[in-house]
């Protein structure tokens, strides 16, 4: 797993949606609604993003690979822990 690191606003997200367009791996957002707006104007075309509340009712169960927007805020929103500070163990 590979980790796009960058304060907000810096372009974080813009660098996920190219790296979608390049893969084709979806992304997974708290708020996927804006991201294949940002792709057209970035000049790229992406598959279809999923909100994060698809997975959690079920209502998609991706198959592959997945990249994930804003991950602080899908593992608050899939655990419900407020958490402090977390270890991310490279590959």
């Known amino acids: 797993m590979d980790i796009i690191y ?3 606003g810096r372009g974080a997200t ?5 790296l979608s367009a390049l893969t084709g791996y979806p992304i997974v ?6 991201l294949e707006h940002l792709a057209k104007e970035l000049g790229v075309e992406i598959p279809r993003p999923i909100p994060l509340w698809y997975i959690e009712t079920g209502r ?7 990249l994930v927007d804003d991950m602080e ?3 608050k929103y899939l655990t419900g822990l407020d958490i ?5 163990t490279a590959e």
């Open 6 to 8: 960058k304060r907000r």
């Open 14 to 18: 813009a660098d996920l949606i190219r």
């Open 29 to 34: 957002a708290p708020h996927s609604e804006c």
């Open 60 to 66: 998609v169960k991706p198959e592959g690979k997945v």
């Open 73 to 75: 805020y899908v593992v």
């Open 84 to 88: 402090d500070t977390a270890t991310l």
